[in-house]
């Protein structure tokens, strides 16, 4: 069965200030997906960045960036430059080609910022 | 493009009442997914659409949970005979069927049920 595990179910960082969350995954698959969501209080979720599997090269977006450790199955979220537009809860998620089309949810990791 | 929108954001029902929500999803999106998320707890997948057809169903989708996708746009989650326990986010999700974004999936904004 796959499981997304989020070890860190609250996190804060000083405003301009760097933080890591955690993600860890369980899989038998070598091909796969990996996410990393933003849900603010009341509002939908939105995408922050994403990982192929097959790409050894970590993904980058701006401020936010991953270290994708395939054999550890770990998959951080590198928040740099903290904004206080950054909190919010962030779930971790994967999905496989394999097992249907659905994504597999961490519990989350609710991020406070603080000015 | 509007984005993925669900209808309505929320709803309180008595305890044996029938509710229905409505998708939206991104407009060419084939795909579309229903999750249900309670209080600290990530998305839990219920099922999936290709186009019309219900591809995918969880377990958690029982006997009194039904979605429909009759034209390959909107959808329906029906919840037949409230129970306590159904009081959750409910959300929805789309993505396109190709392309780059063919791996992503947009979320609306839910719908929070209350079951009194």
């Known amino acids: 069965a796959q499981t997304v595990t989020q070890s860190q179910p609250e996190m804060s960082v000083q405003e301009a200030e760097t933080v890591t969350l955690s993600c860890t995954y369980d899989t038998s698959e070598s091909d796969y997906y990996l996410f990393w969501y933003k849900q603010p209080p009341s509002r939908q979720m939105i995408l922050v960045i994403r990982q192929e599997a097959y790409k050894q090269q970590n993904a980058t977006e701006n401020r936010f960036s991953v270290n994708f450790q395939k054999a550890a199955k770990s998959f951080s979220l590198k928040i740099s430059d903290s904004q206080l537009g950054d909190a919010a809860m962030y779930f971790c998620?994967?999905?496989?080609?394999?097992?249907?089309?659905?994504?597999?949810f961490g519990t989350g990791t609710s991020l406070t910022v603080i000015p | 493009d509007t984005g993925v929108s669900q209808d309505p954001r929320h709803k309180i029902t008595k305890r044996g009442q029938n509710v229905t929500f409505r998708c939206d999803p991104i407009s060419e999106h084939n795909r579309l997914y229903w999750y249900r998320q309670t209080l600290g707890q990530g998305p839990e997948f219920l099922t999936y659409?290709?186009?019309?057809?219900?591809?995918?169903k969880s377990r958690l989708l029982s006997d009194r949970f039904s979605a429909e996708r009759p034209k390959g746009s909107f959808s329906t989650l029906e919840i037949q005979r409230t129970e306590q326990g159904d009081s959750a986010m409910y959300l929805c999700?789309?993505?396109?069927?190709?392309?780059?974004?063919?791996?992503?999936?947009?979320f609306g904004a839910g719908t929070r049920l209350s079951v009194l």
């Open positions: 998620a994967y999905r496989t080609p394999n097992t249907g089309n659905q994504f597999y």
């Open positions: 659409f290709q186009n019309e057809a219900q591809l995918e």
């Open positions: 999700a789309s993505s396109p069927g190709q392309g780059p974004a063919k791996n992503i999936q947009y």
